[in-house]
T-cell receptor, first 113, second 117 residues
């Protein structure tokens, strides 16, 4: 049973560029959440997708956008990258909006230079 | 709004000693509480969860936590530390069904556990 997978593992971008990160949820899950984890910090909630719609959003600017596909996989897009966007981006999946637990992927390490 | 506070950003114990990692929460509704572990360069693994059933929750790898409403605490313990327990531990809270707001997790700032010989 495949868990949550994310790609790429690492990414280096230049300030001002755009980036797309990808996530495939655990088998049987239909809800995907994205978190940003800056170095030395706890993860911060970016947004959540269910039924191809954004259901909840954290305190992140509109430069952060996402999409969910019919197969439940998801993308996180960040435009006009800033140095402060350098972080580990974690994807988590769950069934519906199960309140019990979310399963996390290994993350994508984004470095903005 | 919900939040969690983890007391002590670094905790060091000897192998075989008791592990105690502290977490206090703030929530206007009955919370769901979680402990996650993160090994270097990896994602988060769920250790245990409290979802308003038994107040003493047992998780994986010998860890357990007790929900104490009167103290608004959810401290993580393990009777005997092992070298493989060295990692970063995060406490997290979600609002549960009463908030109607989905299962967004709010994390603490983490506690780095070091286990010494």
């Amino acid at each position: 049973d495949a868990g949550v997978t994310q790609s790429p593992t690492h990414l280096i971008k230049t300030r001002g560029q755009q980036v797309t990160l990808r996530c495939s949820p655990k088998s049987g899950h239909d809800t995907v959440s994205w978190y940003q984890q800056a170095l030395g910090q706890g993860p911060q909630f970016i947004f959540q997708y269910y039924e191809e719609e954004e259901r909840q959003r954290g305190n992140f600017p509109d430069r952060f956008s996402g999409h969910q596909f019919p197969n439940y996989s998801s993308e996180l897009n960040v435009n006009a990258l800033l140095l402060g966007d350098s972080a580990l981006y974690l994807c988590a999946s769950s069934f519906r909006d199960s309140y019990y637990e979310q399963y996390f992927g290994p993350g994508t390490r984004l470095t903005v230079t | 709004a919900q939040s969690v506070t983890q007391l002590g950003s670094h905790v060091s114990v000897s192998e075989g000693a008791l592990v105690l990692l502290r977490c206090n929460y703030s929530s206007s509704v009955p919370p769901y509480l979680f402990w996650y572990v993160q090994y270097p360069n990896q994602g988060l693994q769920l250790l245990l969860k409290y979802t308003s059933a038994a107040t003493l929750v047992k998780g994986i790898n010998g860890f357990e936590a007790e929900f104490k409403k009167s103290e608004t605490s959810f401290h993580l313990t393990k009777p005997s530390a092992h070298m493989s327990d060295a990692a970063e531990y995060f406490c997290a809270v979600s609002g549960g069904r009463l908030t109607g707001g989905g299962n967004k997790l709010t994390f603490g700032t983490g506690t780095q556990l070091k286990v010494e010989l």
